[in-house]
């Protein structure tokens, strides 16, 4: 199970810090046996890829879109992922979800709405 929190409705240039609490692995499996991602769908458009974590926190991957301004980090004692936003923009209003790489498993999205 994935269960993300901190979604909310921010005016353009604010900031929101999205968490992501992962339970219920398989047998033998932890929360640092998977990469981690943020994926994002806007109204009416397809999922976009956001960010990715390696399994130790090690090194992070960013879209194009979001790049310099979205940070994702983890803390594996905590089975925790998380999503900072900065400088938000309108086009970043969208559910975000947090995915397990390796099982494509997510959950129920966040929303994160940019207006003035």
């Known amino acids: 199970q994935l269960e993300e929190s901190g979604g909310g409705a921010v005016q353009p240039g604010g900031s929101l810090r999205l968490s992501c609490v992962a339970s219920?692995?398989?047998?033998?499996?932890?929360?640092?046996?998977?990469?981690m991602e943020w994926v994002r769908q806007a109204p009416g458009k397809g999922l976009e890829w956001v960010a990715q974590?390696?399994?130790?926190?090690?090194?992070?991957f960013y879209g194009d879109g979001v790049k310099g301004r979205f940070t994702i980090s983890r803390d594996n004692s905590k089975n925790s992922v998380y999503l900072q936003l900065n400088d938000l923009k309108p086009e970043d209003t969208a559910m975000y979800y947090c995915?397990?790489?390796?099982?494509?498993?997510r959950g129920q999205g966040t929303q994160v709405t940019v207006s003035a």
């Open positions: 974590i390696d399994r130790e926190g090690l090194r992070t």
């Open positions: 995915t397990e790489t390796e099982t494509k498993r």
């Open positions: 219920n692995f398989p047998p033998k499996y932890t929360f640092r046996d998977y990469h």
